[in-house]
């Protein structure tokens, strides 16, 4: 399967801790984007990169949050000291120059 | 901001019936629009996009329209299916230069019964 792949599924943390996500784009992809999905809405930007360069993030991305992609090839999230509010569906996309984005399965976060 | 309206938010229909999703958006100046389909705790699958230059695009039973200068889209389903039963989103992608990422409804969850 040559689809995007999130890494893990699921995760249950304690507040205050850090938590780290792993995507793996399509391999001819060059734009990878993470997105945050809550209970009953649509997903909502957080950052866009194009290879290794992190060109967009949104508002919604405080200084708890970073996000890494190394080589230009996998991605990482990192949310730290962990809140309650952070509860949601991680979601990666990629994709080539303005063409269609390709999701993963996402990654549930439950903070306790 | 580019907002993104669905309606209805949730439609139960029985299986065979034709039905017709609907989506708009404040910004007409839209790069592109995309329809996805979501099934419960699973990621998007991407069904059809629209360029802005386009009027509409098929694949199978699936059929969108895009009416840029009056920011609305409408998803048709035709001979609806058990396996149809899912939320479907549609997003909308700016035209600004640099602005990548897409703006997304909150969906409409629907069922069709057998």
């Known amino acids: 399967d040559t689809g995007v792949s999130q890494d893990p599924r699921h995760k249950i943390t304690k507040r205050g801790q850090n938590v780290t996500f792993r995507c793996d784009p399509i391999?001819?992809?060059?734009?990878l984007y993470w997105y945050r999905q809550t209970l009953g809405q649509g997903p909502e930007f957080l950052t866009y990169f194009q290879n290794e360069a992190q060109l967009e993030k949104s508002r919604l991305l405080s200084d708890r949050f970073s996000a890494e992609r190394p080589k230009g090839s996998f991605s990482t999230l990192e949310i730290q000291r962990t809140e309650q509010g952070d509860s949601a569906m991680y979601l990666c996309?990629?994709?080539?120059?303005?063409?269609?984005?390709?999701f993963g399965p996402g990654t549930r976060l439950l903070v306790l | 901001k580019q907002e993104v309206t669905q309606i209805p938010a949730a439609l139960s229909v029985p299986e065979g019936e034709n039905l017709v999703l609907n989506c708009s958006f404040t910004d007409s100046a839209i790069y592109n629009l995309q329809w996805f389909r979501q099934d419960p705790g699973k990621g998007l699958t991407s069904l059809l996009l629209?360029?802005?230059?386009?009027r509409e695009q098929t694949s199978g039973r699936l059929n969108a329209s895009l009416d840029k200068s009056s920011g609305r889209s409408t998803l048709y389903i035709a001979a609806s299916q058990p396996g149809d039963s899912a939320t479907y989103l549609c997003a909308v992608k700016g035209d600004e230069t640099g602005a990548n990422n897409l703006f997304f409804g909150t969906g409409t969850r629907l069922t069709v019964i057998p």
């Open positions: 629209i360029q802005s230059s386009q």
């Open positions: 391999s001819e992809h060059n734009r």
């Open positions: 996309a990629s994709s080539s120059f303005f063409e269609t984005q390709y």
